[in-house]
Nanobody, 112 residues
């Protein structure tokens, strides 16, 4: 079974940076898109950023200019660089592959 494992979350102060990682054993031939979603308390899961097999990226308006999604060449790890974090960024962040495989989620808390 394909496993997606997120890491890099934690508790940070507003304005700080974090880099999330998502490691996968999925074959590169089976990957068309990978990305990050997040779900805050009492809210629906929402798009953060995606990256296609060809490298095209898509970001939620709320994170444009602050977050960057990228991957290594082997496509076994994707990253989400989060800069200038805001309290509104507090959520469980989920890695996805092709929207049909999901990681377990990792907590990011932005608070003073």
């Amino acid at each position: 079974q394909v496993q997606l494992v997120e890491s890099g979350g934690g508790l940070v102060q507003p304005g700080a940076s974090l880099r999330l990682s998502c490691a996968t054993s999925q074959s590169i031939f089976d990957i068309y898109l990978m990305g990050w979603y997040r779900q805050a308390a009492e809210k629906q899961r929402e798009l953060v950023a995606t990256i296609s097999k060809g490298g095209t990226t898509n970001y939620a308006d709320s994170v444009k200019g602050r977050f960057t999604i990228f991957r290594n060449n082997a496509w076994d790890t994707i990253y989400l660089q989060m800069n200038s974090l805001k309290p509104e960024g507090t959520a469980v962040y989920y890695c996805t592959s092709n929207y049909n495989c999901w990681g377990q989620g990792i907590q990011v808390t932005v608070s003073s």
